[in-house]
Nanobody, 125 residues
Framework: QVQLVESGGGLVQAGDSLRLSCAAS????????MGWFRQFPGKEREFVAT????????YYEDSVKGRFTISRDNAKNTVYLQMNNLKPEDTAVYYC??????????????????WGQGTQVTVSS
């Protein structure tokens, strides 16, 4: 398993931006596809975005397309989620996720090998 540590959450106003970061403790970071999920109160964890090991492929949940950007820096073992034009409905706990090594991109909870601890994002109207 990969240890994941997230940072960057907080309280912002609608229309603001935030960047989440997730640092991974592995020497083979590029062998893990990475992703971001979020969880609303009383709901299941849901997919937000994912990126392949070398950052060539990315996929997004429809409601965040054009507003959120996932990226990674393999030299720093870090994946990012840049969130622009935030809306109150984006309020959730955001989780960083890693695939299993050399496995498919994480797009649903069963495809995740490791989770971060979660970081709260709150968007006020």
């Amino acid at each position: 398993q990969v240890q994941l540590v997230e940072s960057g959450g907080g309280l912002v106003q609608a229309g603001d931006s935030l960047r989440l970061s997730c640092a991974a403790s592995t020497r083979t970071f590029s062998s893990y596809a990475m992703g971001w999920f979020r969880q609303f109160p009383g709901k299941e964890r849901e997919f937000v975005a994912t990126i392949s090991g070398f950052g060539i492929r990315t996929y997004y949940e429809d409601s965040v397309k054009g507003r959120f950007t996932i990226s990674r820096d393999n030299a720093k073992n870090t994946v990012y989620l840049q969130m622009n034009n935030l809306k109150p409905e984006d309020t959730a706990v955001y989780y960083c996720a890693a695939s299993r090594q050399n496995d498919k991109m994480p797009t649903s909870p069963p495809t995740v090998g490791s989770w971060g601890q979660g970081t709260q994002v709150t968007v006020s109207s």
